[in-house]
C-alpha cells in the first residue's frame, strides 16, 4: 500500500519531529513516520477571500466582502478535493432548500458559497462552555433537529457518510443545519468518505456506506450532544473498535434518551425516520 499523503498548507511547515519540510513540492516522508508522506504547499486566498477561518482535510473557509463563505480547495491541483467540491455542488443542487440543511448560496470559480453560521459547529460550540451552560431544553432540540436532518437527507436518498458534530452547524437562531456533502454517496456519486472511530459501525472499510451506517454515527452524535462526551472518550482508537466490534457501547443510565441513541447503536432502527419517532416518544414522556 502506498504511505499515505498529507499536504502542509502554510508556510513553516514542518515534520512531526519539528524540523521544516522541504520547499520543493516534493512529497518528503516523515523522518519519525515513513508511512507519513508531507508536502509543502504555499498558502493561498481565491479572489476576494478576506479571512480564512476553518480548514478540513482537503479544504478551506474563508469570507467573501459580502460576507458569505467560500469553500475552496486549499491544493489547487488536488483532483481529490476539486472533485469533491463539484460531488458537493451536485448533491446540494438536488437536496435544495431546507431548514435543516446549510444554506447553500451556488457554485463560483474557485468555490462553493454559503451562507455563515454565526454560531459555528455543534461540536466547538459544547467544547466552548461549561456542561451546565448548555441546558437540557437546547440539548433536546438540538437532538431532534439533527435527526430531522438526517431523515431529510436520506429522504432524497443521499447517504452524508461523515455523521459528526463537526458537520451540524448552529445558525444565528441556534438552529441545527447539516453540512459537509464532499464525501457524501449520492446515485452514481461516491466522495468516499468514512466516519471517525467513535462513530464509525464495525464492518469492511470497503463495503459501501448505507442508512444503517450513517444511523449508527447518528447514535455517537446524539449521545456528544446529550453527555459533552464523543463514546469512550477516555479510550483509545483501538480499544473502541474492539469494544463496538463485540456491540459493547457506553452505559445509558441516567443520559437522556438513551434508548434511541442505544436503537442507533444496535441497528433497532431501518431508517431515520424511525429515531424521529422514538426520540419524539422519549421527548414527550420527558415533557409530561
Known sequence: MAPAAHTISAPGGTFLDGTPVPTDGKYHAD????????????????????????????ARLGFLPDGSV???????????????????????????EHKRLVQYLGKQEHGLRFMFAPNGDVRHYILKRDTDAISPILRRKWSTQIIESVAFI??????????????FLLDKDLNIRICDFSGSLFGELD???????????????????????????????????M?????????????????????????????????AISGCWSGAFSCAEEVVKAFGKENDGIAS
Open 31 to 58: 523522518p519519525t513516520n515513513p508511512m507519513h508522506q508531507v508536502r509543502y504547499l504555499e498558502a493561498w486566498y481565491p479572489p476576494g477571500v478576506t479571512e480564512i477561518f476553518s480548514s478540513g482535510n482537503t
Open 70 to 96: 467560500l469553500k475552496f480547495a486549499f491544493d489547487r491541483d488536488d483532483r481529490y478535493a476539486k472533485r469533491g467540491l463539484n460531488i458537493e455542488h451536485s448533491i446540494l443542487s438536488a437536496l435544495g
Open 154 to 167: 436520506h429522504s432524497k436518498a443521499v447517504i452524508h457518510c461523515d455523521i459528526h458534530p463537526n458537520n
Open 191 to 225: 466522495g468516499q468518505a468514512m466516519e471517525s472511530t467513535r462513530l464509525f459501525l464495525p464492518r469492511d472499510p470497503l463495503s459501501t456506506p448505507n442508512a444503517s451506517t450513517d444511523l449508527f454515527a447518528l447514535g455517537s452524535v446524539l449521545y456528544y450532544v
Open 227 to 259: 453527555t459533552g462526551f464523543e463514546p469512550y472518550a477516555d479510550l483509545d482508537e483501538k480499544e473502541v473498535t474492539e469494544r463496538f466490534e463485540r456491540g459493547e457501547f457506553p452505559n445509558l443510565d441516567g443520559v437522556a434518551f438513551g434508548a
